[in-house]
């Protein structure tokens, strides 16, 4: 194959391969660092405050548990969670910045 045909043939590939990444989607925004979510079940101790060993609705709300978590938990309806009727609280979710 002549030189100068082959010289052509490259030119075309390099052509044809600029072409393809200059046709490819530039994104042209910066993304915003993700969120990773942790799921946790806090222990029981931490909303114990005055540790009786039960968790009552006054100690769930100055937790921030919503009161409907609460009484969804609350099984035998005495006002307290033990620690059977605690440890069916969902996993609470934390949020944490990834920094890029």
């Given at each position: 194959?002549?030189?100068?045909?082959?010289?052509?043939?490259?030119?075309?590939?390099?052509?044809?391969?600029?072409?393809?990444v200059?046709s490819?989607p530039?994104?042209?925004h910066?993304?915003k660092?993700?969120?990773?979510?942790?799921?946790i079940?806090p222990?029981?101790?931490?909303?114990d405050t005055d540790?009786d060993g039960?968790?009552?609705?006054?100690?769930?709300?100055?937790?921030k548990?919503?009161?409907?978590?609460?009484?969804?938990?609350?099984?035998?309806?005495?006002?307290?969670?033990?620690?059977?009727?605690f440890g069916e609280?969902?996993p609470?979710?934390?949020k944490e910045?990834i920094?890029?």
């Amino acid at each position: 194959m002549p030189y100068s045909t082959l010289k052509h043939k490259m030119i075309l590939v390099l052509a044809a391969t600029v072409a393809g990444v200059l046709s490819a989607p530039v994104q042209v925004h910066a993304e915003k660092p993700q969120a990773k979510q942790e799921k946790i079940t806090p222990p029981l101790e931490f909303y114990d405050t005055d540790e009786d060993g039960y968790v009552s609705a006054e100690e769930a709300a100055s937790q921030k548990m919503p009161a409907r978590t609460f009484e969804s938990l609350d099984v035998d309806r005495d006002g307290r969670l033990n620690k059977d009727e605690f440890g069916e609280a969902p996993p609470m979710r934390l949020k944490e910045e990834i920094s890029r």
